[in-house]
């Protein structure tokens, strides 16, 4: 577009921005290129680039609100109408104790990260889930980027392979989204079954990057070559508009894309062992687990999985024992061994967290209400200190005590490993230039 | 650690050793241009050098949290902060009156200690020997000393003869303390558009190719922009062809583009025309016998005939309705509880508007009743509880209509979460002003005039704004609330509607009341002001928003007429005369100031008729130009001498889909039955479509202002239009138009045209239809070869963008 330019508080000519990529398009480089050289060039804005520990992230979105003080924080000690009725189990990390419910994650403690002094403010799902997936506190004025969307934007891709795939529009697409960073960095959805038996065939696919199952590459060579023929009346201004030349060269991502059999192949669950399908669980959520390993292997850089039932406002222990921390339980231990076994879980990030703990009184209905002053989320692998606890609530679950930490110090650490210094700022729609996590700082201890 | 500095520190002294500088006498300094500095002030010059220098960006030490422990003010709009992080902080140590090379400063700045930045400038250069002036003289600090009075800058419009030429700028300050000097070398300049004229860090400007932009120049925080013209080059003896005027639009726009020997184009074709116009007016493509009919009627004036009828047609008020509502913020998510209301009440937001725009309602007259809404309109507490009880009764049916009665759009101001005074102030200048803020909130806008304490004296006119029950009222609405909550089934509090109002508190601010904001630096009340307009008084019981509304509606008020005109210019052309549409200040300035001048005048001597405005854009020749450009046009992209193919909003995108494809799309239960996609509301949809809209740039309406709609192309809408199981169904539906298409046509060739007709709204040429016959003959059948055919138009560029 003309004069598509906003001065901006750095001085720094948006335009250039625009320049780069369309320009960069032109001469047959790919979005990922594109993207690197932006990326290049907000680092080099920036100063130096921290290290780079891990290429990608497995997001497991806890959705509710799960009640982590009957999970990764149990307080046994604490006065009944507190500590809940879940007795705490050692695990295969020295000194750390989770819930009896989770023997698996006990096996595989000694992987992971807890920490337990994360905490906000916002006891509301919508706001909360914002800040949780974004590493920044909500405000009215600017819709901050998921971090898959930072991801996708900061990170180098991989050919014919979207950066950022979900498996779910967390919240009705209000978070998970692209927020300031516009249209281009929403995650790529998807849609379909997983093969809910753990057995049948998944019938996955990401929205918007494979055809639909009825439409084959051999359909679309040919109304490709149809097209051709009729897409030519804007020949006369084709060397002058960017908006032409983006979109053609747009049109040869896109066919790149969609001949690209990458993520097609990925969503082939057949081609896993019958014993590694049963492992992550029979049911949606294990399957999409083992589907996100395999889009990590792809080449895709964020993935987010997501299970609801967490706002437990009313029996939560029943729903926790009898069906959330078993379901849980088997899937992501599944999936932190499994990506161990194979050797990715160096260069894979697992987060596991909802928006925020539950209330350590338990409520007369022998449910947790929303409670986000004190709450626990469990990292594994990438640059992580393993089987490690970070930080500690006091006696009775209510806040943290030791080491507190927001989800802004934990996005801006996970962003450190993948070699994203947090501090890089971007440029909102208006030009203004906004640092990735606003008050993040790297927590050194939860490093390894 | 310390050896390696001290081993610098013997550089550091050799070098300057070298260059003859160790001692400590004081000299003139010459400045590259040739400009001679008697005694260098720290404000003055040795600001503006950091400034030259880029120290004080945003990403350097302008930084809030500045760099490496050394903070200065962004841009230097604070030198007396400044003077004291060089002088008073480290112990000292950024200044050596003993030994003036040894100052840290100039270390890092030449790059002989460790400096993240690098070298900014080396020994022995003019930055060093100011620098080093300063010093010696004791780095004195006057503060105010460089207080700015005014800048300048010769030429204010470069007159540049064709592409290929120099020119230097020169810039002038007059200082408060009457001095003025030349100040050039420690200026910023930067460009806004570098394929028309590029600039130099000294000043020196040269033309690239024909076309106009602006020459950004900036002194310590103070701005002044430069035009450069840059005419095409022609041969000797050209002569500009006569192109005929309909009105002041053509006038203006042309005078220009002769001044830069740039030609427009010819008139559009017809169908070119209608399906333009269409488009943009209604919001979907013309109908083939809409086309059919229009081609053919033989009326010299059925352009301004179909002009009048598409500003009159529902679809249009719907459309406007749809911008205005981005412009609002209308953001289904940030609307009050119940949860459950939140769409409806977006919908409720949306038929306001749109019913206003119906009745073409003046442009004053609805912000007015967006601006100053209450929820009662002067109504007794009794009789709003009975409608509020009315309208939760229906709207538990469905979707309600009468709220479009209300005078006043209380929606606006009726949040779930709250809403503090400088967001208040954001949105309202961003709305109604068409002024980007928010810079302002932490320090003086960088390429505006607005301080801090602007920023906070506007957002101080919301203070009276109050929401949840007026004193008068709320014993009547405790009373309801109790009935209802004692009546509420479920547990959840946030699912019981409940009666509030927006009402005006009594509180006076700046007077002892404890809501206004304060001076940034004093911490005194600030008095409520318009944003660059007069002290707004507060009054119990006058509204201070009716006071910032009549400013704003006076003739010769700078933003309010402008920023409306600029972005229905937007609308119809793609580029706005200021743009981006909301982005009006010093730094941006229009691409043609005397069209926008005009376009306001007009519209406010018309007292703000919308219509009026529309029809005279639309039945300019401007607006009729062709999209296809000339040899002298090709490149322009900002003084409109050619139609600009531009893309379309998300949610026309989705009807002119359906138009094509003779679908109806199901937007779920977040829309009326039947809507088409710029009817409606909500700011989010639940069904499938709501991928379309995010992928095409559907705002989330957070803010209030054009900014968050993304019109940039994107990989993910091509990647939609080519494979998207959405779309595909509509291609391959057994109910959608191919199959009327086929059998009122039995003719291959017949149905072809129809096809074309009704997706890129012209006939197929010669070439088109030897390709699809070609095409024909391989396909299985008739019914494949057609499915083929209208998913390949669909995916022409000429159907995606409008033009």
């Given amino acids: 577009m003309a004069a598509n330019f906003a001065s901006d508080c750095e001085g720094f000519n948006r335009r250039n921005f625009l320049r780069i990529g369309a320009g960069a398009g032109l001469l047959g480089l790919s979005l990922p290129e594109i993207l690197k050289l932006e990326a290049q060039s907000a680092a080099k804005r920036n100063g130096v680039q921290s290290s780079k520990k891990a290429d990608s992230i497995i997001m497991v979105w806890l959705a509710g609100g799960p009640a982590t003080i009957d999970m990764w924080d149990l307080k046994p000690d604490a006065p009944e109408g507190i500590r809940g009725e879940f007795k705490p189990i050692n695990t295969s990390a020295a000194g750390i104790q989770i819930s009896e419910h989770l023997p698996k994650m006990a096996k595989v403690a000694d992987k992971t990260t807890i920490v337990r002094s994360i905490y906000h403010s916002i006891p509301s799902h919508g706001p909360a889930t914002v800040f949780m997936t974004t590493g920044n506190k909500p405000t009215p004025a600017l819709q901050y980027p998921s971090m898959g969307s930072l991801v996708s934007k900061l990170a180098k891709g991989e050919e014919g392979v979207p950066s950022y795939v979900s498996f779910s529009d967390i919240r009705g697409g209000t978070a998970g989204s692209s927020g300031y960073l516009g249209t281009a960095y929403n995650p790529f959805l998807v849609e379909g079954n997983a093969g809910g038996d753990g057995k049948g065939k998944a019938t996955l696919k990401v929205r918007g990057i494979q055809l639909p199952t009825d439409f084959t590459l051999e359909e679309l060579n040919n109304r490709d070559k149809l097209l051709a023929g009729f897409d030519s009346t804007f020949r006369e201004v084709d060397k002058k508009a960017d908006l032409i030349q983006g979109f053609d060269a747009f049109h040869q991502q896109a066919l790149d894309i969609l001949r690209s059999d990458k993520t097609r192949k990925a969503f082939d669950l057949t081609q896993e062992k019958p014993e590694t399908r049963a492992r992550y669980g029979a049911d949606n959520f294990g399957q999409s687990a083992l589907a996100a390993r395999r889009l990590v292997e792809s080449g895709v850089r964020f993935v987010t999985i997501s299970i609801g039932g967490w706002d437990t406002h009313s029996k939560t222990f029943e729903s926790h024992s009898k069906k959330l921390q078993p379901t849980l339980d088997n899937t992501l231990s599944a999936l932190i061994s499994d990506l161990s076994d194979r050797g990715m879980l160096d260069r894979t990030m697992v987060y596991c967290a909802g928006e925020f703990g539950r209330t350590p009184k338990v409520n007369k209905n022998v449910g947790r209400d929303h409670w986000a002053r004190s709450m626990a989320v469990v990292l594994a692998g990438g640059g992580f200190k393993r089987g490690y606890a970070h930080g500690t609530t006091d006696g009775q679950g209510m806040a943290a005590a030791t080491d507190p930490c927001l989800p802004d110090d934990v996005s801006s650490t996970i962003f450190a490993n993948l070699g994203i210094d947090p501090k890089t700022e971007l440029n909102s729609s208006t030009g203004r230039p906004i640092q990735l996590f606003r008050e993040g700082t790297v927590v050194d201890k939860l490093l390894a | ?803």
């Avoid at chain 2, 830069?260 to 013309?286: K, Q």
């Avoid at chain 2, 003086?444 to 009276?464: E, G, I, L, M």
């Avoid at chain 2, 910032?548 to 210019?569: C, G, H, I, M, Q």
Wanted: glycine residues 6%; charged residues 25%.
């Fill in chain 2, 1 to 803: 650690m310390k050896s390696c500095y001290q081993w610098k520190q013997v550089l550091a002294v050799c070098v300057v050793v070298l260059f003859g500088l160790h001692d400590t006498a004081r000299a003139e300094v010459q400045l590259p241009d040739g400009t001679v500095i008697k005694t260098v002030d720290f404000e003055k010059h040795i600001v503006g050098l950091f400034g030259r220098s880029g120290c004080n960006l945003g990403s350097c030490h302008g930084s809030f949290q500045g760099k490496n422990g050394f903070r200065l003010s962004l841009f230097g709009y604070e030198a007396e902060k400044d003077g004291v992080s060089v002088s008073r902080e480290m112990n000292g140590r950024r200044i050596d009156l003993n030994n003036p090379d040894n100052s840290l400063l100039l270390l890092k700045a030449m790059g002989l200690t460790e400096h993240a930045g690098g070298r900014k400038f080396s020994a022995g250069s003019w930055q060093h020997k100011l620098i080093k002036d300063w010093i010696v003289q004791g780095a004195p600090l006057t503060t105010g000393s460089g207080e700015i009075k005014s800048l300048d800058v010769t030429p204010k419009e470069i007159p540049f003869n064709k592409p290929g030429e120099k020119i230097n700028l020169k810039v002038m300050v007059s200082f408060a303390d009457g001095t003025s000097e030349n100040i050039t070398a420690l200026s910023e300049f930067r460009t806004l558009d570098d394929g028309v004229a590029e600039v130099s860090s000294s000043g020196l400007v040269t033309s690239n190719r024909a076309g106009d932009t602006s020459i950004i120049v900036a002194y310590r925080g103070t701005v002044f922009p430069v035009r450069a013209m840059v005419p095409l080059d022609v041969k000797p003896g050209y002569k500009y062809p006569s192109v005929p005027e309909v009105n002041y639009i053509d006038k203006l726009v042309f005078s220009k583009l002769k001044r830069l020997n740039i030609e427009p184009s010819g008139l559009s074709g017809d169908a070119e025309f209608l399906r333009r116009i269409t488009i943009d007016v209604i919001g979907t493509l013309p109908s083939p016998n809409d086309i059919r009919t229009f081609v053919a009627d033989k009326d010299t004036n059925k352009r301004t005939k179909k002009i009048d009828e598409l500003l009159k047609h529902p679809m249009h008020a719907a459309l406007w309705a749809t911008k205005l509502s981005d412009i609002t913020g209308n953001n289904t998510d940030a609307i009050e509880n119940p949860q459950n209301l939140r769409v409806k009440k977006s919908q409720m937001w949306h038929d306001w508007l749109r019913k206003r725009v119906a009745e073409n309602m003046t442009y004053d007259k609805i912000v007015e009743g967006v601006l100053c809404a209450t929820s009662r309109d002067g109504e007794s507490p009794e009789d709003y509880v009975v409608k509020v009880n009315k309208l939760d009764e229906e709207l538990t049916k469905g979707f309600v209509e009468s709220y479009s009665e209300k005078p006043t759009l209380d929606l606006f101001w009726r949040k779930q979460g709250a809403v503090t005074l400088d967001q208040w102030g954001e949105k309202t200048a961003a709305a109604f002003m068409g002024v980007r803020l928010e810079c302002a909130q932490c320090h003086k806008h960088p390429f505006d005039r607005w301080t801090q304490a602007d920023y906070r004296s506007y957002a101080n006119v919301f203070t009276q704004l109050a929401y949840g029950a007026s004193p008068e009222a709320k014993k009547v609405i405790d009373a309801e609330n109790a009935e209802r909550k004692k009546n509420a089934t479920g547990t959840n509090n946030n699912n019981i509607s409940v009666v509030k109002e927006v009402y005006l508190t009594s509180v006076v601010a700046g007077k002892g009341g404890a809501k206004g904001l304060t001076h940034p630096e004093t911490n005194l009340p600030l008095v409520p002001k318009a944003l660059g307009g007069p002290e707004i008084k507060m009054e119990a019981g006058v509204d201070a928003r009716r006071k910032l509304f009549e400013w704003l509606k006076t003739p010769d008020n700078p933003y309010f007429a402008r920023s409306f005109v600029n972005r229905v210019w937007g609308h119809y052309f793609g580029v706005g005369i200021v743009d981006p549409l909301d982005d009006f200040s010093i730094a941006n300035p229009p691409s043609n100031p005397a069209l926008l001048d005009a376009l306001a005048k007009d519209f406010i001597d018309s007292g703000f008729d919308i219509r009026k405005l529309e029809k005279t854009i639309l039945l300019s020749r401007v607006y009729n130009l062709t999209y296809v450009p000339n040899e002298t046009n090709q490149f322009d992209d900002n003084n409109f001498s050619h139609c600009f193919i531009r893309p379309m909003m998300a949610e026309v995108v989705v009807d002119v889909l359906c138009a094509a494809t003779g679908m109806v799309e199901n937007f779920g239960a977040e829309a009326p039955k039947n809507a088409r996609a710029i009817e409606v509301g909500a700011s989010r949809v639940n069904s499938s479509i709501s991928y379309a809209f995010r992928i095409f740039g559907r705002p989330p309406r957070t803010a209030a202002c054009d900014c968050e709609r993304s019109m940039e192309p994107a990989l993910p809408q091509k990647l939609y239009l080519m494979a998207d199981t959405n779309l595909q169904i509509k291609v391959e539906s057994q109910g959608n138009m191919i199959k009327k298409i086929l059998a009122e046509n039995s003719d291959d060739q017949k149905a072809l045209e129809e096809m074309f007709l009704s997706t890129l709204s012209r006939l197929p040429n010669d070439r088109e239809k030897k390709h699809f016959e070609e095409y024909r003959t391989k396909s299985a059948d008739r019914k494949t070869a057609f499915v083929d055919t209208l998913w390949a138009l669909l995916n022409t560029k000429e159907f995606i963008f409008n033009h």
